[in-house]
Structure formats: C-alpha cells, structure tokens
C-alpha cells in the first residue's frame, strides 16, 4: 500500500481544479505534506474543505505567469517556510482549440510560458540540492496524449505538451546523479473544468458523442490521473525514471 509521512513533502501547482486537485487531495490522504498552488484562494480553500488532513495542507496562491524569472526562488521560499521538497508535480495549465488559420505569437507564448517554461523554471528550483532530499525526490510532470497522438486544432497545445515531455527524459539523465526521478504522464480526455471549458464545450452534440464513444472505458476521472501521480512520487516507483506514461483508457 502507498502511504507517505510528513516529511514527504510535496509541492502541486494547479492543485485549486481537476487533476492537481484530485493530486493534492489523495496525497494529503495518504499522509504526505502537500504545499497546493492555484491561482485561486477561494477554490484553493475549497479544495482544502475537502481534505482528509488540513493541518498537513498549505495553501500558496499564486499566478505562475506574473513573475516567471522568479520562480526558482520561490521554490527556494516554500523549502525555508515548510523543509525540503521530495517531490514537485507542475499541474497548472490550460488547454486551446487553435486551428493554424488563428496561430497567434502571443498565444503559442503564453501557452509555452505555463505548459514547459514554467515547469521547467519550478524543476530548477526543485533542482537545486539545497531545496530537495536528494534521493527519493521526484518529479511528476502533467503531460498530455496530445503531443503522441495527432489531432487537427491542437498544434499549439501539443507542442508545448510536447516540449514538458521531450524535457522529461533529458532531466531524468540529468538529474539521476543527485537522485531526483523525472517522468511525466500522458493524459487523454479527463473530466475537469478545463476539459468541458476548452474542448468538449466546443463540438457540436454528434461530435462530442464521438469523441465520449472512442474512450472504451469512458473519459478519465481525475482521480485515474492522480493515481498514477502518486505512484510514481511514491517509493513504489523507485526504479522508474525518464519515462511517459500514457493514460487514456484505451482511446481508440
Ligand atoms: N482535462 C484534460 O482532459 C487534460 C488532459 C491532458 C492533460 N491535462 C493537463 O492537466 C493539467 C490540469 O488540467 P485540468 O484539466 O485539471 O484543468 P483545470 O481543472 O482547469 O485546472 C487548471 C489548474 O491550473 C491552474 N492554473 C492555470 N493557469 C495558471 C497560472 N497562470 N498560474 C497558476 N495556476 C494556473 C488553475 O488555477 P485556478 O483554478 O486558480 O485558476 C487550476 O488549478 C493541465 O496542465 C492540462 O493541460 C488535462
């Protein structure tokens, strides 16, 4: 069984909504200490009203994409208020329909900025020995099954799913020497306020029937993400490193 102890503690960006959420919430039941980021205060204590141990959850709202430079130093900030990081899972993100009549610079940027530059930004402030446990310590990154599996109007969205995957591996040889673990899992359609919002809001009623229909075992629940989340920060994964995990019930 997976369990964690105080001292594992964890920090979850995008953890006010859908995956991140349901991350934060079975690793705080678990036992871990879960340092919760979001945009949101409102929602980020909404989340904490559902949690089986608030005394072991902190609430650290923040806009990921207002001081981006910044970011390593405040992983350096949350390890001298709570203790050392021994795990990192950049969730927060957004997703996008954008056919190429619509690529917009500003657009492909900000989507880059939260999708790869500000996980990579957050792992290099994990990085930093001074603010992990060496050993142990691990790095969950929020991927996507859109980078692996072309779809027309996603090619911003998967690009910058696929940088955060391309990185997975690359850091993982990286940082093996110091004992940090690196992989990333590869979710299709999870119910979530973004899933709804940004795509299946989108299609018309015949299309949406389609798109639920190629899902053998139907569209994920955040907790089939979370799962797997908390497996591989657990020291039940301690052998696996660099990889991606697909999680899309078998999408035809
Ligand atoms: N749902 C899917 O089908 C699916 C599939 C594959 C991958 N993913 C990925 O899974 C991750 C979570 O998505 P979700 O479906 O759970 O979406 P969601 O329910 O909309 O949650 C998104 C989370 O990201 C946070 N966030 C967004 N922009 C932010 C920013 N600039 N700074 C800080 N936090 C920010 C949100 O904070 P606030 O709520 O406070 O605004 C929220 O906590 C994303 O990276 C998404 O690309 C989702």
Request: proline share 4%; aromatic share 8%.
């Amino acid at each position: 069984m997976i369990t964690f102890n105080a001292n594992d503690r964890i920090l979850v960006t995008g953890a006010s909504s859908g995956i991140g959420k349901a991350i934060a919430l079975q690793l705080n039941a678990l036992g871990a200490t879960v340092v919760a980021s979001g945009r949101s205060q409102q929602r980020l204590e909404e989340m904490r009203a559902q949690c089986a141990h608030p005394d072991a959850l902190f609430l650290e709202p923040l806009d990921l994409l207002t001081d981006m430079d910044a970011l390593p130093s405040w992983v350096r900030s949350l390890r001298e208020q709570y203790g050392k990081l021994s795990g990192l899972v950049p969730c927060a993100g957004t997703a996008l329909i954008s056919p190429l009549r619509e690529f917009d610079r500003t657009m492909a940027t900000s989507f880059f900025d939260i999708h790869y530059t500000a996980a990579m930004l957050l792992a290099k402030g994990f990085a930093d020995r001074r603010n992990n446990v060496g050993r142990g310590a691990a790095i969950v990154f929020i991927g996507s099954r859109a980078p692996l599996v072309a779809q027309a109007g996603l090619s911003i969205y998967a690009a910058a799913k696929g940088a955060i995957l391309a990185a997975t591996g690359v850091l993982s040889k990286e940082l093996a020497s110091v004992g940090i673990r690196v992989n990333a899992l590869a979710p299709g359609l999870v119910k979530t306020p973004m899933a709804e919002k940004t795509y299946l809001s989108f299609l018309p009623e015949e299309r949406r029937q389609e798109e639920i229909a190629s899902y053998p075992f139907g569209l994920g629940e955040p907790e089939d993400v979370a799962s797997m989340a908390v497996f591989l920060l657990s020291r039940h994964s301690k052998w696996i490193t660099g990889q991606t995990i697909v999680l899309d019930g078998g999408r035809y």
